[in-house]
Nanobody
Framework: QVQLAESGGGLVQPGGSLRVSCAAS????????MGWYRQAPGKERELVAG???????NYADSVKGRFTISRDNAKNTVYLQMTSLKPEDTAVYYC???????????????WGQGTQVTVSS
C-alpha cells in the first residue's frame, strides 16, 4: 500500500503565509514527479505546482512569484510554501506523486486526501 498524507492547511489572513507538506509512505521503490493541485468549491481541480525528481519546477500563472514547491527525496516529501495569500487561493489542496512500487514496475499516480486552505480576514 502507498499513502500520501498532507498536513499544514488551515485558516490564514490575506497577505499571510502557510506551508503545506505531503509525505509518501508505504511500499515505494522510486518517486518521479510530485505536485500540488487545488479545488475550490464549484470549480475543477487545477494544477498549482509540480516538481520532478531532479528539481525542475513549474507553476500555474496565478501563483508564480508567490508559491514555492520543493521536495526532500530522502523523506519522500513535497512541500508548498505559500506567501502573499489571497482569498481566491482558498481551496482544498491535494498532493500527488508518480511512483514505482518495485524496480521495473509500472508508474502510477497516487493522490493524498486533501487539506483545506482558507484565506479570509
Amino acid at each position: 500500500q502507498v499513502q500520501l498524507a498532507e498536513s499544514g492547511g488551515g485558516l490564514v489572513q490575506p497577505g499571510g503565509s502557510l506551508r503545506v507538506s505531503c509525505a509518501a509512505s508505504g511500499s515505494i521503490f522510486s518517486i518521479n514527479a510530485m505536485g500540488w493541485y487545488r479545488q475550490a468549491p464549484g470549480k475543477e481541480r487545477e494544477l498549482v505546482a509540480g516538481i520532478t525528481s531532479s528539481g525542475n519546477t513549474n507553476y500555474a500563472d496565478s501563483v508564480k512569484g508567490r508559491f514555492t514547491i520543493s521536495r526532500d527525496n530522502a523523506k519522500n516529501t513535497v512541500y508548498l510554501q505559500m506567501t502573499s495569500l489571497k482569498p481566491e487561493d482558498t481551496a482544498v489542496y491535494y498532493c500527488n506523486a508518480v511512483l514505482q512500487r518495485r524496480i521495473g514496475g509500472p508508474w502510477y499516480k497516487y493522490w493524498g486526501q486533501g487539506t483545506q486552505v482558507t484565506v479570509s480576514s
